[in-house]
């Protein structure tokens, strides 16, 4: 009897062993599932509309204008324009950029235009939250709470020279300086001038081979001769080249970029076989901000106005109300 009632506590024993040891063990990591799905799932910042103009933006897909609020429309610019990847600083950096942008233009637009402005490089690229989500997929909500919150922590914030909004220009990335506006467009502006930028050697736009057909490069250039000669090649202060000439013909380190498609005018020439290869240091024009050194600084714990102002020279952060008010007041 002993060994029998011994037999049947043990049976017992395993069944329930069997039986709720399982539900023990799935439980804990039931709950820990879902919370990490609900974590993913998190809702979007919900920006502070208030009292602010709207941007009328051309869509280039459908041709018909899109109205959006002020601060949606830098969300969308900035979203579009850099990585969200970036630490925040620089992330706010782009969005005072992108506002001052758009401030400037509607300040000058009048009361009725067709639109402000397209949704290119013309002007700024422009994606709609509908587009983000499509091309973010599930990285949509930790991407655009990011940009969100930067464009939230510096809401209204412009930047000024002399009280007046200032051509913001932005690039991706310099060849460890940006370039003086004079130099590449000619006309001199106070607050676009040469500044070190060492962060971008750390850029993967840093340093670029472009290999070209030489008949392509003597068609785009409209040379007379099939060998390619380089001489009397100019630089400008921050290293890129100001005046170039190539089989006897002087161009600009502008136009030779514009031409051939090159993402720089700090390059260098190189013959191989029936192809020429460039090789280009940065990406963009040089001119205002390098989005990737405004990363860099951000790594290093400057905050966005230590960057918009190492960027541009003599500028002040200032209300787009006060300034768009006043602006309008003097026409």
């Not at 909004?165 to 040469?194: C, H, R, V």
């Amino acid at each position: 009897m002993n060994i029998k009632r011994e037999t049947v506590v043990l049976v017992a024993i395993l069944i329930t062993v069997i039986t709720v040891l399982p539900a023990l063990i799935v439980v804990p990591f039931s709950n820990a599932a879902s919370e990490s799905v609900d974590l993913n799932e998190t809702e979007d910042i919900e920006l502070e509309v208030g009292d602010q103009p709207s941007v009328q933006v051309m869509r280039s897909s459908s041709e018909k204008v899109e109205e959006v609020p002020l601060e949606e429309y830098v969300v969308s610019v900035v979203a579009a324009e850099v990585p969200a990847s970036f630490e925040l600083e620089a992330i706010k950096a782009q969005a005072l950029a992108a506002r001052t942008y758009i401030t400037q233009i509607l300040v000058d637009s009048g009361d009725d235009p067709e639109y402000h402005v397209t949704d290119t490089v013309e002007h700024q690229v422009y994606k709609n939250l509908d587009e983000l989500r499509s091309a973010w997929g599930v990285d949509y909500s930790w991407k655009i709470n990011k940009i969100k919150q930067a464009v939230q922590e510096t809401q209204g914030q412009i930047i000024t020279y002399s009280g007046n909004p200032i051509t913001a220009q932005f690039f991706s990335t310099s060849n460890g300086y940006t370039e003086n506006a004079e130099d590449y467009w000619q006309n001199e502006i106070p607050y676009l001038k040469m500044v070190n930028s060492p962060w971008d050697k750390q850029s993967p736009e840093y340093l670029e081979q472009q290999i070209i057909p030489r008949e392509e490069v003597i068609q785009k250039l409209e040379l007379d001769s099939n060998a390619i000669t380089v001489s009397n090649t100019v630089r400008t202060e921050s290293d890129r080249i100001k005046e170039i000439t190539i089989s006897g013909k002087t161009f600009t380190g502008r136009d030779v970029r514009e031409l051939l498609g090159l993402r720089s005018n700090d390059f260098t020439i190189e013959e191989k076989g029936d192809h020429i290869i460039f090789t280009t240091k940065g990406y963009g024009h040089g001119v205002g901000m390098s989005q990737y050194g405004a990363n860099g600084m951000a790594e290093e714990g400057k905050s966005y106005q230590e960057i918009v102002k190492h960027y541009y020279q003599g500028v002040e952060i200032s209300s787009i109300q006060d300034v768009m008010g006043s602006l309008r007041a003097m026409k």
